[in-house]
């Protein structure tokens, strides 16, 4: 897969939404020292997001910051979307002044029927939470497993390449982010899950549609012992440990070793008891707080074209929590 060449840093998906030409007309009407809420006019290219409910959400704020950052008139706007709606929704903003749209629950495998094209990464995935459109038409693009990898790969400074990985649980964010790993060259991917018969059906599907590189961890402790020794890095991707469950493990931690890397894809709290345990075993810990802002900085590099500024993406984050 061919790289974004204008940021080598943190290029994946190759396709920016709005040519230079356009960013060079919209780029100038918001100055970078404007530190006010920009104002929005009919030249402003809107991103929505699409779920129910959205009560919750960074994004609107996360993105509007990076927006304002770099002087873009660009507006992120959340918006509420019934099941019954979507297809209604997304045939509507494909005809309006929209860069494009992050989707979220309930809707990410729903939008794939409403859009004209998915990407190939989204579609052995199954899921996609980021929509362009260009010229009226919709593209769609999964960058939750890419916001975990560069996360990864940034904060602990690694490359998954070749490396040996242990995914614990086995729901739609392990979905993404183990195809993603397969997508992007890891080397061996150990899943284990509570269903142990899910494991079984994630690995069968990537080894057949991404790359034979997945294996299933049984429940048994020799087994699991073994897992722990040869990885070198374990991902937690169930929700055990979030607040308000905070005490609680998702896996044996007397089983990690030092030097590996261990990363919780829960970022409420941002240390989780897991990671607490791993860093005083001598861990290296990655947080959950890097996959959220990473998986938005893509949708951003895609609808806008150019570099996120990813710290200002993250101080919003870090504010919010
Ligand atoms: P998401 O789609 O957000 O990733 P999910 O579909 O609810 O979340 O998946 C959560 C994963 O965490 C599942 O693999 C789940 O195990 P099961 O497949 O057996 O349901 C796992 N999980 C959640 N709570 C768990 C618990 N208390 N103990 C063990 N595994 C748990």
New binding site residues.
């Given amino acids: 897969m061919k790289k974004d060449s204008r940021n080598s840093d943190f290029g994946f998906f190759t396709e920016p939404c709005w040519p230079r030409s356009c960013l060079d007309r919209v780029g100038p009407l918001l100055s970078k020292k404007d530190n006010h809420m920009s104002i929005v006019d009919v030249n402003t290219k809107l991103v929505g997001l699409l779920g129910n409910p959205l009560g919750h959400s960074f994004s609107p704020a996360m993105h509007n910051k990076a927006f304002q950052t770099l002087g873009l008139n660009f507006f992120y706007l959340p918006i509420e979307v019934v099941p019954e709606n979507l297809k209604d929704v997304a045939r509507g903003i494909s005809k309006m002044n929209f860069a494009g749209y992050n989707v979220t629950v309930p809707h990410k495998i729903r939008i794939m029927e409403h859009i004209d094209h998915i990407h190939e990464l989204a579609t052995v995935i199954g899921a996609v939470n980021v929509v362009t459109i260009k010229d009226g038409r919709t593209t769609g693009y999964n960058t939750d497993g890419e916001g975990f990898v560069q996360s990864l790969e940034t904060e602990a400074r690694i490359s998954i390449k070749g490396k040996r990985h242990l995914i ?8 993404a982010i183990a195809m993603t790993m397969a997508f992007k060259g890891a080397g061996k991917i150990l899943i284990s ?3 142990e018969q ?1 494991a079984y059906d994630l690995a069968g599907e990537i080894n057949d549609k991404v790359r034979p590189c997945c294996h299933v961890v049984g429940k048994d402790p020799k087994e699991m012992k073994s897992a722990f020794q040869q990885v070198d890095v374990v991902i937690n ?4 440990g979030m607040h308000p469950d905070e005490d ?1 493990l ?1 896996m044996d931690t007397e089983l990690l070793r030092k030097g590996q890397i261990v990363s919780d ?1 829960v970022y409420n709290p941002a240390k989780t008891e897991l990671l607490k345990r791993a860093e005083a075993k001598g861990c290296k810990i990655v947080t959950g707080i890097g996959m959220l802002v990473y998986q938005g900085a893509e949708g951003f590099r895609l609808w806008t074209g150019v570099a996120p500024p990813v710290e200002e993406m993250f101080a919003v984050v870090r504010a919010i929590k």
């Fill in positions: 614990v649980g086995c729901g739609g964010a392990a979905r899950n509570r269903t899910k991707t169930t929700s055990i609680r998702p894809i």
